[in-house]
């Protein structure tokens, strides 16, 4: 009996101190897939399931192998493109084109073909897919305009559902019970859409910050992470009830928020990735984690918990933003250890 309590005391001795010893979670820069080719980029869509990525590079987008970095095919026919959607129990794909007088290109997820393009207005930007309405929604900034509409749409005849919101959207995110809700960059605010009704029901201020653009959904406590600029800061608000929750100040140029497990992340055009997490109930910011400067969007790997910067070698700057040097464009992949 008491070389038994002597073993248990060393044992559980041992889980402590090997609990305490443990270290903490850490997120570095793993490889860098050189992707070339000629464009900018925007947002960047991680399809998880079929490992690929999907990046808009202005006049084309194109769909990248995550574990190798190889382009599987590049989708041309675009003015100004910035985000996609995909919905894989359809096979189709969606890309804002906003140069022009604007349009979503409607593609085949398998042979990337164009199905199709979606009249809509200029500047259609930010764009994702809501599964559990099974709708597709898209933001126009110069025409102040959420666009809604079912993934099987006619590109030629079907009806796309427009929402005034009062100002100049960026990005948005869903709670996937019938509410979007959209960053107002220049207002300030949060508009807050009821899709049964098809009207904004609330505005909130993200005050401390300014600016909002980055927008992520974190379901499982019901926040909004917010990537502001003006200050430049990270923002976590309530889902619920529009209260800001925590703020942290940030690089400047965030442009994207992300959120895996019990993590949020910001990236910033300056070359850092905020990572924050919960602890004891409130967000903190635990690390940041240096990158290529204007490695400004991200995706998220939910299944391999890889995150995916678009970036590129930069011209020295004159006047407005950089422009990238031709053929530098890459993909850095950040993972935890």
Same mark, same amino acid.
């Given at each position: 009996m008491r070389i038994t309590h002597l073993i248990?005391?060393?044992l559980g001795l041992a889980l402590t101190l090997g609990v305490a010893a443990a270290p903490a979670q850490t997120w570095s820069v793993t490889k860098t897939f050189p992707i070339g080719g000629e464009g900018a980029w925007d947002y960047l869509t991680v399809d998880a399931p079929s490992h690929r990525l999907y990046v808009p590079r202005t006049t084309h987008t194109q769909v990248i192998d995550e574990d190798s970095g190889s382009v599987l095919g590049d989708i041309p026919g675009q003015k100004g493109a910035h985000g996609v959607a995909v919905v894989p129990k359809l096979n189709?794909?969606?890309?804002t084109d906003g140069g022009g007088t604007g349009a979503i290109l409607v593609f085949d997820l398998k042979t990337y073909a164009t199905l199709g393009r979606i009249a809509t207005v200029p500047d259609t930007d930010g764009i994702i897919y809501d599964a559990k309405q099974n709708l597709v929604l898209a933001v126009s900034g110069d025409g102040g305009?959420?666009?809604?509409?079912?993934?099987?749409?006619?590109?030629?005849?079907? /009806?796309?559902?427009?929402?005034?919101l009062g100002g100049k959207p960026e990005f948005l995110a869903a709670d996937g019970a019938g509410k979007v809700f959209i960053a107002l960059q220049d207002k300030d605010l949060v508009a807050v859409v009821d899709l049964k009704t098809s009207k904004v029901i609330a505005r909130w201020p993200v005050a401390p910050g300014g600016s909002p653009v980055?927008?992520?959904? #974190?379901?499982? $406590?019901?926040s909004l992470v917010i990537g502001c600029r003006k200050p430049q800061m990270m923002v976590f608000m309530s889902a619920e009830t529009g209260k800001v929750t925590a703020s942290f100040p940030i690089g400047p140029g965030v442009d994207a928020t992300k959120v895996d497990g019990a993590q949020a992340f910001?990236?910033?055009?300056?070359?850092?990735?905020?990572?924050?997490?919960q602890k004891a109930g409130t967000?903190?910011?635990? +690390?940041?984690? /240096?990158?290529p400067p204007?490695?400004? $969007?991200?995706?998220? #790997?939910? +299944?391999?918990?890889r995150i995916f910067l678009p970036t590129a070698e930069l011209e020295p700057a004159t006047t407005g933003r950089p422009?990238?040097?031709?053929g530098t464009f890459m993909i850095v992949v950040v993972e935890s250890k």
């Amino acid at each position: 009996m008491r070389i038994t309590h002597l073993i248990g005391l060393s044992l559980g001795l041992a889980l402590t101190l090997g609990v305490a010893a443990a270290p903490a979670q850490t997120w570095s820069v793993t490889k860098t897939f050189p992707i070339g080719g000629e464009g900018a980029w925007d947002y960047l869509t991680v399809d998880a399931p079929s490992h690929r990525l999907y990046v808009p590079r202005t006049t084309h987008t194109q769909v990248i192998d995550e574990d190798s970095g190889s382009v599987l095919g590049d989708i041309p026919g675009q003015k100004g493109a910035h985000g996609v959607a995909v919905v894989p129990k359809l096979n189709r794909g969606f890309i804002t084109d906003g140069g022009g007088t604007g349009a979503i290109l409607v593609f085949d997820l398998k042979t990337y073909a164009t199905l199709g393009r979606i009249a809509t207005v200029p500047d259609t930007d930010g764009i994702i897919y809501d599964a559990k309405q099974n709708l597709v929604l898209a933001v126009s900034g110069d025409g102040g305009t959420l666009m809604v509409f079912p993934p099987d749409i006619d590109p030629a005849a079907g /009806k796309v559902t427009s929402i005034d919101l009062g100002g100049k959207p960026e990005f948005l995110a869903a709670d996937g019970a019938g509410k979007v809700f959209i960053a107002l960059q220049d207002k300030d605010l949060v508009a807050v859409v009821d899709l049964k009704t098809s009207k904004v029901i609330a505005r909130w201020p993200v005050a401390p910050g300014g600016s909002p653009v980055g927008m992520a959904p #974190d379901p499982a $406590t019901h926040s909004l992470v917010i990537g502001c600029r003006k200050p430049q800061m990270m923002v976590f608000m309530s889902a619920e009830t529009g209260k800001v929750t925590a703020s942290f100040p940030i690089g400047p140029g965030v442009d994207a928020t992300k959120v895996d497990g019990a993590q949020a992340f910001a990236s910033s055009a300056d070359g850092t990735l905020a990572v924050a997490a919960q602890k004891a109930g409130t967000w903190e910011i635990v +690390q940041t984690v /240096k990158t290529p400067p204007a490695a400004r $969007t991200m995706g998220v #790997d939910a +299944q391999t918990h890889r995150i995916f910067l678009p970036t590129a070698e930069l011209e020295p700057a004159t006047t407005g933003r950089p422009r990238p040097k031709p053929g530098t464009f890459m993909i850095v992949v950040v993972e935890s250890k």
